[in-house]
């Protein structure tokens, strides 16, 4: 597996394996997502096996500016003014597939949505607007396992299975895009790095996507983001043998932030659930309660997955 770099070189070479067909994963704002040419149904087919990622679980496909995503899906005047106040940035909208779009059904799971994204990193957009097309690219982890925020991340689960990653360090939002379905009714489908707050501003009171019986997006199952030892969450109380993963003050082993800052809790999260897993060796995880506004819902919602049981 190559290691690139974030330069002009690094993706011109990583423009070569995805025209070949291969699998380059690259550092986006959010998390680093594994990239495949998504017109492609060998690049797409290989994402689902690099990754051991189940069929029905669609993929979002990256753009790099508006013009690539108004070729993809059908922009009524509600995503126009989604699109125009968060792109680029970390939201996903799912919006309804144009027939003659292009991109492998597998992007898809054949639904006649379309999920997109025009991420902000500056080293995704130059990677895709260098490609000339969408990439489709779930985050670059094995299925089921943490988020990767980190090259160093993507090497671990991924080592032998894909091409290269290009390095950008560490990620700055830490947790995925916030995904809103533009249906009947604008829904929810997962929490994520723009804000509930920010979003209804905009589109007034959102609906809940889904139903408890049924995942809301089809990759929100509830076991995910799992690490190896047991999650005990909103954990008031220290417990001998446990590792403890603070918010604000109060004794712990590693902290999401110290200063009780969601945005800086994010960016942590899913490396310190790394770290913590590391240290651990199979004990049991505590995490301290986090709140459940702002940024506060996406790490709440991965961390209900990392607890689930499996
Ligand atoms: O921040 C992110 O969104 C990252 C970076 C790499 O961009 N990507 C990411 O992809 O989180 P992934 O595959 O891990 O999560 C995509 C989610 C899945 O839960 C999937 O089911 C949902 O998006 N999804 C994709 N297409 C959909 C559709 N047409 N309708 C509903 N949900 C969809
Ligand atoms: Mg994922």
Same mark, same amino acid.
């Given at each position: 597996? /190559?290691?690139?770099?974030?330069?002009?070189?690094?993706? /011109?070479?990583?423009?070569?394996?995805?025209?070949?067909?291969?699998?380059?994963?690259?550092?986006?704002? =959010?998390?680093?997502?594994?990239?495949?040419?998504?017109?492609?149904?060998?690049?797409?087919? $290989?994402?689902?096996?690099?990754?051991?990622?189940?069929?029905?679980?669609?993929?979002?496909? &990256? #753009? +790099?500016?508006? @013009?690539?995503?108004?070729?993809?899906? #059908?922009?009524?005047?509600?995503?126009?003014?989604?699109?125009?106040?968060?792109?680029?940035?970390?939201? =996903?909208?799912?919006?309804?597939?144009?027939?003659?779009?292009?991109? +492998?059904?597998?992007?898809?799971?054949?639904?006649?949505?379309?999920?997109?994204?025009?991420? @902000? &990193?500056?080293?995704?957009?130059?990677?895709?607007?260098?490609?000339?097309?969408?990439?489709?690219?779930?985050?670059?982890?094995?299925?089921?396992?943490?988020? *990767?925020? $980190?090259?160093?991340?993507?090497?671990?689960?991924?080592?032998?299975?894909?091409?290269? %990653?290009?390095?950008?360090?560490?990620?700055? #939002?830490?947790?995925?895009?916030?995904?809103?379905?533009?249906?009947? $009714? =604008?829904?929810?489908?997962?929490?994520?790095?723009?804000? %509930?707050?920010?979003?209804?501003?905009?589109?007034?009171?959102?609906?809940?996507?889904?139903?408890?019986?049924?995942?809301?997006?089809?990759?929100?199952?509830?076991?995910?983001?799992? *690490?190896?030892?047991?999650?005990?969450?909103?954990?008031?109380?220290?417990?001998?043998?446990?590792?403890?993963?603070?918010?604000?003050?109060?004794?712990?082993?590693?902290?999401?932030?110290?200063?009780?800052?969601?945005?800086?809790?994010?960016?942590?999260?899913?490396?310190?659930?790394?770290?913590?897993?590391?240290?651990? /060796?199979?004990?049991?995880?505590?995490?301290?309660?986090? *709140?459940?506004?702002?940024?506060?819902?996406?790490?709440?919602?991965?961390?209900?997955?990392?607890?689930?049981?499996?």
């Amino acid at each position: 597996m /190559q290691i690139l770099a974030p330069d002009a070189d690094g993706i /011109q070479r990583a423009v070569a394996l995805l025209r070949g067909g291969l699998l380059v994963a690259f550092p986006t704002e =959010t998390v680093y997502g594994l990239g495949g040419d998504a017109m492609s149904d060998l690049a797409v087919a $290989r994402i689902y096996a690099a990754k051991g990622r189940p069929r029905f679980n669609p993929l979002i496909a &990256h #753009v +790099s500016d508006m @013009a690539m995503a108004r070729r993809l899906a #059908v922009f009524d005047d509600k995503a126009e003014a989604l699109a125009a106040r968060f792109w680029p940035g970390p939201l =996903t909208l799912v919006l309804p597939l144009r027939m003659d779009a292009g991109l +492998s059904p597998y992007v898809t799971a054949e639904l006649p949505t379309v999920a997109i994204r025009l991420p @902000a &990193h500056p080293v995704a957009r130059a990677l895709i607007a260098a490609f000339g097309g969408p990439l489709a690219a779930p985050s670059a982890n094995p299925s089921g396992r943490v988020s *990767p925020t $980190r090259a160093d991340h993507v090497v671990d689960g991924l080592q032998g299975r894909i091409a290269a %990653v290009i390095d950008g360090g560490a990620c700055e #939002v830490g947790v995925e895009s916030t995904i809103l379905g533009l249906f009947a $009714r =604008t829904e929810l489908l997962r929490p994520g790095g723009v804000t %509930v707050e920010a979003i209804e501003a905009l589109t007034g009171p959102l609906a809940i996507g889904g139903d408890t019986a049924r995942p809301n997006a089809p990759g929100q199952l509830a076991s995910h983001y799992a *690490p190896n030892a047991p999650v005990r969450l909103k954990a008031v109380d220290t417990r001998a043998g446990e590792v403890r993963i603070g918010f604000g003050d109060g004794p712990c082993d590693l902290n999401l932030s110290p200063k009780a800052d969601l945005i800086e809790a994010a960016a942590n999260l899913f490396h310190l659930l790394r770290a913590a897993d590391a240290l651990s /060796q199979g004990r049991p995880i505590a995490i301290a309660p986090i *709140p459940d506004t702002g940024l506060g819902r996406a790490i709440n919602d991965r961390l209900r997955r990392a607890a689930a049981p499996r």
